[in-house]
């Protein structure tokens, strides 16, 4: 709801916003002045995505989050900003729908910079639009490392998460038969099996039953756990490697969302640049137009006595 309280703070104090540093001050007053202060209550959405960009706002008090939907429908925070930030500054310099929604976090108060001073007012004053383009810029690389870092945590995080104890049994199991660690166990267990069997056992059974062995080559005893120990452990190890292939499956498949994204971003933002500097060129051959129009003409020569050059 808009309110009539009157801007908050006087000029000498807006010089703390990054927007304003670049300004005089009687610059910073009168862009105060063309302000319009606006109260939102907890939770009350200040635009909408998809919205008209009408107009960019300054956070005077209060607290805005700014966020978006994926495309599994669930709400991705952008980021959250404080005092002295301001925001929806996209929509109104490409004149595209609003990219992201905003909502009060908190009781806030913001000022808001209708579009067309706000455009007036760059035109006139081009540093404060340079700290604008940085601002996105800056804004850019945090998404970026935002998207890239939440799908880092679908792979790995929600993935382990979401293990039941079979799965990680399994993982345990595979990893360990994979190992040099296994390989030795394995290696001495059957030499040992072996040479007991062999020496040791042989020369018991020769002193009680006439020489008969335990387990005498070759060795049927030892093949039938060696047989029962695979059949155990084969599909236990295919049910990790499954597991993994999935991991991987998904990991390429968010890298390739990753790159998609972040090169739709640097699309959208060069294509708003080029208008922002299309509108720019315009504003100016608009203003050079109107300048020949309304400059005096030349005085004729005749006003001082001297007739035209070429004349007889």
């Known amino acids: 709801m808009v309110t009539s309280i009157p801007p908050a703070g006087a000029a000498h104090s807006m010089a703390e916003f990054p927007l304003y540093q670049s300004l005089s001050t009687e610059e910073i007053a009168a862009l105060n002045a063309l302000l319009e202060d606006v109260s939102y209550n907890e939770g009350e959405t200040i635009f909408h995505q998809n919205d008209p960009g009408d107009a960019a706002y300054i956070i005077r008090e209060g607290m805005v989050r700014i966020w978006t939907h994926d495309e599994d429908a669930r709400?991705?925070?952008?980021?959250?900003?404080?005092?002295?930030?301001?925001?929806?500054e996209l929509a109104v310099l490409d004149?595209?729908?609003?990219?992201?929604?905003?909502?009060?976090?908190e009781y806030t108060v913001v000022g808001r910079l209708s579009k067309?001073?706000?455009?007036?007012?760059?035109?006139?004053?081009?540093?404060?639009?340079?700290v604008?383009?940085?601002?996105?810029?800056?804004r850019l690389r945090q998404t970026n490392q935002l998207v890239t870092q939440r799908v880092t945590r679908n792979i790995n995080v929600e993935m382990d998460e979401k293990m039941t104890i079979g799965q990680r049994v399994a993982d345990k199991v595979a990893s360990f038969g994979g190992s040099w660690t296994f390989i030795f166990i394995y290696t001495g267990f059957l030499l040992a099996w072996?040479?007991?069997n062999t020496f040791v056992l042989s020369r018991m059974g020769e002193a009680a039953s006439g020489g008969r062995q335990f387990d005498p080559y070759p060795y049927i005893l030892l093949n039938l756990m060696l047989s029962m120990t695979a059949a155990l452990q084969a599909p236990i190890i295919m049910m990790s490697q499954n597991r993994s292939g999935e991991k991987?499956?998904?990991?390429a498949e968010?890298?390739?969302r990753v790159n998609l994204k972040s090169e739709l971003m640097l699309e959208e933002l060069t294509r708003r640049m080029d208008r922002l500097q299309n509108d720019q060129v315009e504003e100016i051959l608009l203003?050079?137009?109107?300048?020949?129009?309304?400059?005096?003409?030349?005085?004729?020569?005749?006003?001082?006595?001297?007739?035209p050059t070429g004349a007889t």
């Open 75 to 88: 709400e991705v925070t952008l980021a959250r900003l404080g005092p002295h930030d301001f925001f929806g």
């Open 95 to 105: 004149g595209s729908p609003r990219s992201a929604s905003a909502t009060a976090d």
């Open 116 to 130: 067309e001073r706000m455009q007036e007012f760059l035109l006139a004053h081009p540093q404060a639009a340079l």
């Open 132 to 138: 604008m383009i940085q601002e996105i810029g800056r």
């Open 194 to 196: 072996i040479a007991v």
């Open 248 to 251: 991987d499956r998904l990991a």
């Open 254 to 256: 968010n890298d390739f």
């Open 287 to 307: 203003l050079t137009r109107a300048l020949k129009e309304h400059a005096p003409e030349p005085a004729a020569a005749a006003d001082n006595g001297t007739p």
